[in-house]
């Protein structure tokens, strides 16, 4: 049965769900297929996880979904370690930035726990 905040869910909507979630890994997917610059790399990786993390801010703030409050941080937190190594300031090696991205992502497939434990949205 559907929740009375799921009709504001922008996650259960085609388009917003595109914009905010979809093409933003679809651009971060992609950039295994082109040979970019390190700079360009970080920028585009960085920006698109902080463009995820505020589509779940904004949806988190909307329908109160669990995972969004969790999942917007650890975006962000992921742009901005994509910046800090990309960049050097962090040194990981040469597969740092794979290894920020694998980790984001791994991280934020961690936040749809809560919603099977405690239900899809906060109350």
């Given at each position: 049965?559907?929740?009375?905040?799921?009709?504001e869910?922008?996650?259960?909507?085609?388009?917003?769900?595109?914009?905010?979630?979809?093409?933003p890994l679809?651009?971060?997917?992609?950039?295994?297929?082109?040979?970019?610059?390190?700079?360009?790399?970080?920028?585009?990786?960085?920006?698109?996880?902080?463009?995820?993390?505020?589509?779940?801010?904004?949806?988190?703030?909307?329908?109160?979904r669990?995972?969004?409050?969790?999942?917007?941080?650890?975006?962000?937190?992921?742009?901005?370690?994509t910046?800090?190594?990309?960049?050097?300031?962090?040194?990981l090696?040469a597969?740092?930035?794979?290894?920020?991205?694998?980790?984001?992502?791994a991280?934020v497939?961690?936040?749809?726990?809560?919603?099977?434990?405690?239900?899809k949205?906060?109350?």
């Open positions: 049965m559907s929740q009375p905040e799921s009709k869910d922008l996650a259960a909507k085609s388009i917003p769900f595109f914009l905010l979630w979809g093409g679809l651009v971060l997917l992609s950039l295994n297929f082109f040979r970019l610059p390190l700079g360009w790399v970080t920028v585009i990786m960085s920006a698109s996880f902080a463009w995820m993390g505020a589509g779940c801010a904004i949806n988190a703030r909307r329908c109160h669990r995972h969004c409050y969790y999942a917007s941080p650890v975006l962000l937190v992921g742009a901005v370690l910046v800090l190594v990309g960049f050097t300031i962090v040194d090696g597969y740092g930035l794979m290894y920020v991205s694998w980790g984001t992502f991280a497939l961690l936040t749809f726990l809560p919603e099977k434990i405690s239900g949205y906060k109350s």
